[in-house]
């Protein structure tokens, strides 16, 4: 695996959706890499995960950089507005 960039943080007060319904996240990583499914030669990676609870509570997502960089804006405009909520 090439991974070309690699960022990994623990998260807290954070639910994810799996196959099994809710869990709670303990760790997100974002990466650049190969996709798995995505149509494109790289992408921004995402996995949220909670490893005590297995391989299913695991949510996955691969970006393009357009879509990546549209999401960090909506994340940045999001959060700078709940900060003045």
């Known amino acids: 695996m090439c991974t070309y960039s690699t ?3 623990d998260v807290t007060a954070s639910s ?7 869990f709670p996240l303990r760790t997100a990583t974002v990466y650049y890499d190969h ?3 995505a149509p494109h030669d790289h992408t921004v990676n995402i996995d949220f995960l909670n490893p005590e609870q297995g391989p299913s509570a695991r949510v996955a ?3 393009s950089l ?3 960089r549209e999401l960090l804006a909506a ?3 999001t ?3 709940a900060e003045h909520h």
């Open 66 to 68: 357009e879509t990546a």
């Open 16 to 22: 994810g959706k799996g196959p099994d319904g809710w």
């Open 7 to 9: 960022e990994k943080l």
């Open 61 to 63: 997502v691969e970006l």
């Open 75 to 77: 994340l940045q405009v």
């Open 35 to 37: 996709p798995v499914h």
């Open 79 to 81: 959060v700078a507005r």
